[in-house]
């Protein structure tokens, strides 16, 4: 429904939402004037993206509790990485 470069955009800013690095608005509004898109268009599109991600954690958390049950929800939630994405300055 949506053509590749509104997919990459939405997860741009889906991500960057994600990481609680911006509020949202400002950020969908920069990136709809430079991918000159409609900014309504670009928020259906990341939110349907985040929709997404979040079915897609919440089966892989199922999953990892019932091949794991004796974990607890926290040592599941922990990141696999060594080192917390927030903390890289590009």
Same mark, same amino acid.
């Given at each position: 429904?949506?053509?590749?470069?509104?997919?990459a955009?939405?997860?741009?800013?889906?991500?960057?939402?994600?990481? @609680?690095?911006?509020?949202?608005? =400002?950020? *969908?509004?920069?990136?709809?004037?430079?991918?000159? +898109?409609?900014? #309504?268009?670009?928020?259906?599109?990341?939110?349907?993206?985040?929709?997404?991600?979040?079915?897609?954690?919440?089966q892989?958390?199922?999953? @990892?509790?019932?091949?794991?049950? =004796?974990? *607890?929800?926290?040592?599941?939630?922990?990141?696999? +990485?060594?080192? #917390?994405?927030?903390?890289?300055?590009?």
């Open positions: 429904m949506y053509p590749p470069s509104m997919i955009t939405g997860s741009v800013g889906a991500a960057i939402c994600g990481l @609680q690095l911006d509020d949202g608005d =400002s950020l *969908t509004d920069l990136l709809a004037k430079i991918t000159n +898109t409609d900014v #309504d268009c670009l928020k259906a599109c990341q939110e349907q993206i985040e929709a997404v991600l979040v079915n897609s954690l919440r892989v958390r199922q999953q @990892q509790q019932q091949s794991n049950p =004796s974990k *607890t929800v926290d040592e599941l939630d922990q990141a696999s +990485t060594p080192t #917390d994405v927030r903390d890289i300055n590009l």
